[in-house]
C-alpha cells in the first residue's frame, strides 16, 4: 500500500514569510508524528497526534510552530515568520498503535530552507 | 529523561564483510522498544529492526541482528555480507510505552560506507 507522503519534497522561502507542510499518513494509521532534523540538533520529537486525543505539543520550539490534524488523516504544520535557524527536513511519520505494534513509518520528508 | 548515545560517527566496511554499530541507551523505564533505522541519502527513514525490552531473545532480520544487553543499557546492530545498498545513515532510537506519547529518541547517527 501506499506509504507516508509529503509535500512539498522541497522549499525555499525568505526569512519572515510563513510555510505551510502536509503530511499524509498511511491509511488507517491513528497516530501521527512530526520531527526535525537538522545538523546541530538532529532528529527532533516536535508533535504527536493520536486518534481523537489532544496532541502533544510539547517538542515544539516555539509558539511560531503549530500543526493540526483534519479528519484523523492529513497533517499541516504551520511555521510563521520563518528564521534562518529553522532550516531543516522536517520528517512526518505514522503508526499503528495496536497491540505491540508501535512501529513508526517515515516519509520522505520536506527540506526547508529558509534565505 | 531517555538519552541515546552513538559513539561511532562514521564507519566503514568491504561488501560482504560483517560489521557492528554500536548503541547504549540511559533510562530508568522497564517498558521499552529499541530500534535502528535507516537513511539512505534519499532521505527517507526505513526501519530495520526493533526489540521489545521484555524479550530477552536478540531480534533479526535476515542479515541484520541486534545484541540486546538490558542490563548494560546496550544494544548493538550486526549486519552481515554487507552490500553496496547498507551505504546509509544508521539511527538507533529508544521508545517508552504505555505513555502519553509513543515518541522516539534518536542517537546522532553512525554514517556507514560499504566499500567495493
Known amino acids: 500500500g501506499a506509504g507516508v507522503s509529503q509535500s512539498p519534497s522541497n522549499k525555499v522561502t525568505e526569512k519572515g514569510k510563513d510555510v505551510e507542510l502536509r503530511c499524509d499518513p498511511i491509511?488507517?494509521?491513528?497516530?501521527l508524528y512530526w520531527y526535525r532534523q537538522s545538523l546541530g540538533q538532529g532528529l527532533e520529537f516536535l508533535i504527536y497526534?493520536?486518534?481523537?486525543?489532544?496532541?502533544?505539543k510539547s517538542g515544539l520550539p516555539s509558539d511560531r510552530f503549530s500543526a493540526e490534524r483534519t479528519g484523523g488523516s492529513v497533517s499541516t504544520l504551520t511555521i510563521q515568520r520563518t528564521q534562518q535557524e529553522d532550516s531543516a527536513v522536517y520528517l512526518c511519520?505514522?503508526?499503528?498503535?495496536?497491540?505491540?505494534?508501535?512501529?513508526?513509518?517515515f516519509g520522505p520528508g520536506t527540506r526547508l530552507t529558509v534565505t | 529523561a531517555q538519552t541515546v548515545t552513538q559513539s561511532q560517527p562514521e564507519m566503514s566496511v568491504q561488501e560482504a564483510e560483517t560489521v557492528t554499530l554500536s548503541c547504549t541507551y540511559d533510562?530508568?523505564?522497564?517498558?521499552?522498544?529499541l530500534f535502528w533505522y535507516k537513511q539512505p541519502p534519499s532521505r527517507q527513514m526505513i526501519l530495520v529492526i526493533r526489540?521489545?525490552?521484555?524479550?530477552?531473545q536478540n531480534a533479526t532480520e535476515n542479515r541484520f541482528s541486534v545484541n540486546f544487553q538490558k542490563a548494560a543499557k546496550s544494544f548493538s546492530l550486526k549486519i552481515s555480507d554487507s552490500q553496496l545498498g547498507d551505504t546509509a545513515m544508521y539511527f538507533c532510537?529508544?521508545?517508552?510505552?504505555?505513555?502519553?506519547?509513543?515518541?522516539?529518541?534518536f542517537g546522532t547517527g553512525t554514517l556507514l560506507a560499504v566499500q567495493p
Open positions: 526489540q521489545e525490552a521484555y524479550k530477552q
Open positions: 491509511s488507517g494509521h491513528t497516530a
Open positions: 533510562t530508568s523505564e522497564n517498558n521499552y522498544y
Open positions: 497526534f493520536q486518534g481523537n486525543s489532544a496532541p502533544d
Open positions: 532510537a529508544f521508545m517508552k510505552i504505555g505513555g502519553a506519547t509513543n515518541k522516539l529518541i
Open positions: 511519520a505514522s503508526s499503528l498503535v495496536q497491540g505491540n505494534t508501535y512501529e513508526q513509518y
